[in-house]
């Protein structure tokens, strides 16, 4: 059976049940297509700021499931 995407309206009800921080991490997964591991796993270290001011900044995960076949992972 393939696995499908919450319905926007159960995140929507469900974010008052959630915690202030786990509540910013779902939003942060609807805003960018995130996966909850690299969610969990994001350091200041690994946003890339030093774009043009109207820039977007970029998140490059230290390790994602690509990784090994040499991938580069770049969210912004």
Known sequence: ???VP???AVVEATLP???RQVQT???L???????AGEVVLMRTADID???RPDGPWTF???THKNSHRGHDRVVP
Request: aromatic share 8%; no cysteine; hydrophobic share 50%.
């Open 6 to 8: 919450v319905e926007d």
């Open 60 to 62: 490059r995960p230290f």
């Open 49 to 51: 700021r030093t774009a």
């Open 1 to 3: 059976m393939p696995v």
């Open 17 to 19: 049940f959630l915690s």
């Open 25 to 27: 991490m779902v939003k």
């Open 29 to 35: 997964q609807l805003l960018t297509g995130m996966r």
